[in-house]
T-cell receptor, first 112, second 111 residues
Framework: DVKVTQSSRYLVKRTGEKVFLECVQDMDHENMFWYRQDPGLGLRLIYFSYDVKMKEKGDIPEGYSVSREKKERFSLILESASTNQTSMYLC???????????FGSGTRLTVV | QQQVKQSPQSLIVQKGGISIINCAYENTAFDYFPWYQQFPGKGPALLIAIRPDVSEKKEGRFTISFNKSAKQFSLHIMDSQPGDSATYFC??????????FGSGTRLLVRP
């Protein structure tokens, strides 16, 4: 069964900490995406990547960065966590040229 | 600005009833319109999708109706079941294959 795996289901971090959210896919997909999900706002795109070492800003990149050193792994980095970054973070991947996305189960991050 | 607008925010339906969720979009360059279903603790999963050259698509109890001229599309769930209780997201895909979501509808189907 093909999968997108996010390393943590729940995470609690302190304001100002550097936070790493990890995502791994086993489908050899070229494209990977990070979304955050908030009630009433749906899923909003933070960053995406079409290839190794490539990254593009989404709709809400402020306060975030990403890293993609290997095809299967896409990391989201919060350089200095703030309380307004408390949210559910979802990673997704898809095959180039295809519309279907596969999502991970999400990481619920709380910044205190 | 919200490129895909979804309503209602929440919906309660009796078992056996019809659930209807509506979406509207602005960007005429969108060329694929999927619906995602999300259960608590899970990521969204593709439920059904339609291209703009088709007015309706049906898969089992789920039907998408698409009105290109009005830039609207809707999800109909026939014979709604308690197991359909979930959050539903409409979405649109642009030419760079980015997925843009609506704000979501929380559906509760009462037994």
């Amino acid at each position: 069964d093909v999968k997108v795996t996010q390393s943590s289901r729940y995470l609690v971090k302190r304001t100002g900490e550097k936070v790493f959210l990890e995502c791994v896919q086993d489908m050899d997909h070229e494209n990977m995406f990070w979304y955050r999900q908030d009630p009433g706002l749906g899923l909003r795109l933070i960053y995406f990547s079409y290839d190794v070492k490539m990254k593009e800003k989404g709709d809400i990149p402020e306060g975030y960065s990403v890293s993609r050193e290997k095809k299967e792994r896409f990391s989201l980095i919060l350089e200095s966590a703030s309380t307004n970054q408390t949210s559910m973070y979802l990673c997704a991947s898809n095959l180039q040229g295809y519309y279907g996305y596969t999502f991970g189960s999400g990481t619920r991050l709380t910044v205190v | 600005q919200q490129q895909v607008k979804q309503s209602p925010q929440s919906l309660i339906v009796q078992k056996g009833g019809i659930s209807i969720i509506n979406c509207a979009y602005e960007n005429t360059a969108f060329d694929y319109f999927p619906w995602y279903q999300q259960f608590p603790g899970k990521g969204p999963a593709l439920l059904i999708a339609i291209r703009p050259d088709v007015s309706e698509k049906k898969e089992g109890r789920f039907t998408i109706s698409f009105n290109k001229s009005a830039k609207q599309f809707s999800l109909h769930i026939m014979d709604s079941q308690p197991g359909d209780s979930a959050t539903y997201f409409c979405a649109a895909v642009d030419s760079s294959y980015k997925l843009i979501f609506g704000s979501g509808t929380r559906l509760l189907v009462r037994p």
